[in-house]
């Protein structure tokens, strides 16, 4: 049989409700609130970064309260946390009393090598006191830049001997995150070192250069037959990464032997000074190997400066054969100046005389000045190896009215063929495989009457002359312009600028060279100069009367056996 509750079983219910009730209640009567987390972001997004590398940190606020639980926080993905931004992992976590605080969680962005593209993550945050919480993560993951870098430009290394080395050029070497060595080769007629001691067309570097460039050392070195333009190409080459280049270049120039003649040699008239000088030098000797023979006349000034006028000048040699001296060179000084704005003077190809610029070789120097001033003249010679077009050379004189200025042949006049022989006759030796001839020519004088653009003669007319081979017009001499105003040697004190009729002042005269169509070998022809026809009136626009052409021609053959001079006769 049931028992009917007592009234004690209803008081011991009604206390066991109160007790309850007054357990939610705070001290001042108000009802307990439940533990709480907030966070300020439910999403972070990363900048794009590149893959393998870790991203700025960014920020996420959390403050807790009545906690009494701990918290847990993790991520996921290519993402990291840490409470003091120093260390990171997946996973951290929080005490009650922490998480009770204001709490900042950084959280970086951190792809791997392989992970690419855009990524995202979780940061999951849980507790027994709450729901769980999460916020989105995301960013970029860019491919790796992987790189050989150049530091520094490797410039053209002009002209160097052919035989010797250039001294090195230097640019660094340096990696961005290779992951494999890098080897160095270069072509053409260059070399590379890590040392600059040891050099080589190969040179190698590790992955060091990620961190701490390195040299690379670079130098041209032309062998004997590379002569002339030189190019190559440095190649830095790693697996994995696109190679790096370096163009090179720079001029294989041919051994050249250099001899010093007339040195600073005083040329004037008058105050114990001569205007021609006379003297012997030692030059080259072996000429089986020497492709060029380049002259070089220097002008400079006395102390109280150079004389005022443009003159006529030349350098000769002897013919020790017949004891008469050939015209190699001819110039024109300059106006009251030196010609030092060209690097090495007046050059003039004097390779047709190498028959006679060998050994012990007399040379002759005119300046054809008027006054005590003059110049002080200076003349070198470089002979070039190479590989001669013929070893063996002669030269013969045709016509040499060459003295100076007014002693060449009068035009506009009728002259004496007997004193002024312009016709000869010429023999070439049988074992000639080549024949040219070579003159010099300039007009002189102010001769009337004047052309229709007001030019006098020799000096301004232009003209054009013929060179008459068995009596018949086959070579040209046009006595024209050559740009006075463009030449180098400038300013001038006097008129230097107009043109003249086929010179300068402060220029060396033309050579004209005339090559046959054929050898010529043991032939026999008939030469003849034959000027423009005009006829003086016999007035002047300077006060010195007559024009004049100071003319030299030469008959140079060459062949691959021994070869006599040519035989030129009245």
Same mark, same amino acid.
């Given at each position: 049989m049931k028992r009917k509750p007592t009234t004690q079983t209803f008081l011991y219910a009604?206390?066991?409700?109160v007790l309850l009730f007054s357990a939610c209640k705070s001290d001042d009567g108000s009802e307990a609130a439940s533990p709480t987390l907030s966070v300020n972001n439910t999403s972070v997004s990363f900048s794009a970064i590149q893959a393998g590398t870790v991203s700025s940190p960014k920020s996420v606020s959390m403050t807790g309260a009545r906690l009494t639980s701990t918290v847990s926080i993790s991520v996921s993905g290519a993402f990291e946390i840490s409470t003091d931004n120093t260390n990171y992992s997946s996973n951290i976590s929080l005490t009650a009393t922490q998480a009770n605080q204001s709490n900042t969680i950084s959280v970086r962005f951190t792809p791997s090598a392989t992970a690419l593209g855009d990524l995202t993550g979780t940061m999951t945050i849980t507790s027994n006191d709450f729901n769980t919480k999460q916020v989105a993560l995301s960013g970029t993951a860019l491919e790796i830049v992987r790189e050989i870098q150049v530091v520094g430009t490797v410039n053209a290394f002009g002209d160097v001997t052919a035989g010797t080395m250039s001294t090195s050029q230097t640019v660094q070497v340096r990696g961005v995150n290779l992951e494999n060595a890098v080897t160095a080769t270069v072509t053409g007629s260059f070399e590379i070192s890590t040392d600059n001691i040891n050099f080589s067309n190969t040179a190698n570097y590790t992955t060091a250069i990620n961190?701490?460039?390195?040299?690379?050392?670079?130098?041209?070195?032309?062998?004997a037959t590379d002569l002339g333009a030189q190019t190559g190409t440095v190649t830095l080459a790693a697996t994995g990464v696109t190679d790096k280049t370096i163009d090179l270049s720079g001029t294989g120039a041919a051994v050249r032997h250099n001899y010093q003649t007339f040195d600073g040699q005083r040329i004037a008239f008058g105050g114990g000074f001569n205007q021609t000088e006379t003297n012997t030098f030692n030059l080259h000797n072996d000429m089986s190997n020497i492709e060029q023979i380049m002259m070089y006349v220097e002008l400079r000034c006395p102390t109280g400066g150079c004389n005022a006028w443009d003159v006529y000048a030349n350098i000769k040699v002897k013919d020790d054969a017949s004891g008469e001296f050939y015209e190699?060179? =001819?110039?024109?000084t300059p106006y009251g100046v030196d010609n030092s704005q060209l690097t090495r003077g007046f050059e003039i190809d004097v390779t047709d005389f190498k028959s006679l610029l060998q050994g012990s070789t007399e040379l002759f120097a005119r300046i054809e000045t008027w006054g005590s001033d003059g110049w002080e003249l200076s003349v070198e010679f470089d002979y070039v190896e190479g590989t001669p077009d013929y070893e063996y050379y002669a030269i013969a004189d045709v016509i040499t009215y060459d003295a100076w200025s007014t002693s060449g042949v009068p035009y506009g006049v009728a002259i004496d063929a007997a004193t002024w022989d312009l016709t000869k006759t010429v023999s070439i030796p049988a074992n000639a495989e080549a024949t040219h001839l070579r003159?010099?020519?300039?007009?002189?004088?102010?001769?009337?009457?004047?052309?229709?653009?007001? =030019?006098?003669?020799?000096?301004?007319?232009f003209r054009t002359h013929d060179v008459k081979i068995n009596g018949a017009n086959m070579f040209q001499h046009n006595m024209e312009p050559i740009g006075c105003a463009s030449n180098p040697v400038q300013p001038q004190s006097g008129n230097w600028n107009p043109d003249r009729a086929g010179w300068c002042p402060g220029m060396a005269v033309p050579v004209r060279i005339n090559q046959f169509g054929t050898s010529m070998s043991g032939s026999t022809f008939t030469f003849e100069y034959d000027y423009q026809d005009w006829t003086s009136d016999g007035g002047s626009t300077s006060g010195n009367n007559g024009a004049f052409y100071a003319t030299s021609t030469f008959v140079v053959v060459k062949s691959s056996t021994p070869i006599v001079k040519p035989t030129v006769m009245d």
């Open positions: 009604f206390l066991a409700f961190t701490t460039p390195e040299n690379l050392y670079v130098r041209f070195s032309p062998a190699i060179g =001819r110039y024109i003159t010099i020519i300039s007009g002189w004088g102010h001769a009337t009457p004047v052309d229709s653009d007001n =030019r006098p003669c020799a000096e301004w007319c």
